[in-house]
């Protein structure tokens, strides 16, 4: 393959601890640099399957921690099998167990995923949100090196304009613009993702029946939540739950890994990282 022809993606999965159906669908850095190659199971989204069909072998992934505290890009790994039936579809014991779909006739698909480095800054999606919200174009003093055409790849990440989705494209040009930011960091001392604190002096008025209005927990993903299977629960699942039900987190796109390997977490959209 060569450069012209290479793709470039963002996967998510989620770092933290979460049980589902008796087994732990975390997947950190850590448990990636453990495992080395790991299918990336358990996307039950339409959207995020589709896009992982299209992967070829040796195709670069920014590996990212959603629904978690400190969302962000953690590593770098690349596509080492393409798109296979995802056989825990069919596992009733697996978290992301789909009774609709048979072995003879898949409906999900996965591929698997090699580590290849660390990210050695840590690229928080606080900061990444803090550039596509820039009005200016050049960069802050900070981390000149990215250039105005950095600041144009990163404003037009899926991951800042639409969030949710647990697998998404990425340039070449954002490739390389994060990559460096990896390498070089620089944004220790800015402050950014921090709400300022309000100067309004007008009086809070009470509540009232009528005008408390419901809200969902959300993460500091900034997207729905979803799981899954090298998945997050940040990402809308494709899976209908039974009427006359609510729908269980385990309905997103999240994966696991067979028995040596921690199980790892597929990424749709509660509210994605």
Not at 182 to 194: A, L, N, R, V, Y
Not at 233 to 247: L, T
């Amino acid at each position: 393959m060569t450069s012209t022809d290479r793709k470039y993606w963002l996967m998510k999965a989620e770092p933290d601890s979460r049980v589902v159906k008796g087994k732990d669908v975390k997947f950190s850095v850590d448990d990636f640099e453990a495992a080395r190659t790991t299918p990336w199971e358990g996307v039950r989204n339409f959207e995020a399957r589709n896009l992982m069909k299209e992967m070829s072998i040796g195709d670069k992934i920014l590996f990212y921690h959603s629904n978690c505290k400190s969302p962000g890009i953690a590593g770098f790994a690349e596509v080492s099998k393409e798109a296979y039936p995802d056989y825990t579809a069919w596992d009733s014991s697996h978290p992301y167990f789909d009774p609709k779909t048979k072995q003879d006739d898949p409906k999900w698909f996965m591929i698997d995923a090699t580590f290849l480095s660390r990210a050695e800054h840590f690229v928080p999606l606080s900061l990444l949100r803090h550039i596509a919200e820039s009005a200016n174009s050049d960069p802050p003093d900070e981390i000149a090196y990215v250039g105005t055409e950095g600041m144009k790849a990163v404003k037009a990440m899926p991951l800042v304009t639409r969030g949710r989705l647990s697998v998404q494209r990425v340039s070449q040009e954002c490739w390389g613009i994060i990559q460096m930011m990896s390498e070089k960091g620089g944004w220790e001392d800015m402050t950014f993702g921090k709400k300022k604190p309000s100067t309004s002096t007008r009086p809070r008025q009470p509540a009232t029946k009528n005008s408390r209005a419901k809200t969902n927990p959300t993460n500091n993903d900034g997207g729905g939540s979803e799981v899954e299977g090298k998945v997050d629960a940040s990402e809308e699942p494709d899976i209908k739950p039974k009427k006359g039900k609510k729908g269980k987190a385990s309905d997103v796109d999240t994966g696991t890994q067979k028995v040596t390997v921690p199980h790892r977490r597929s990424v749709r959209t509660k509210k994605e990282d």
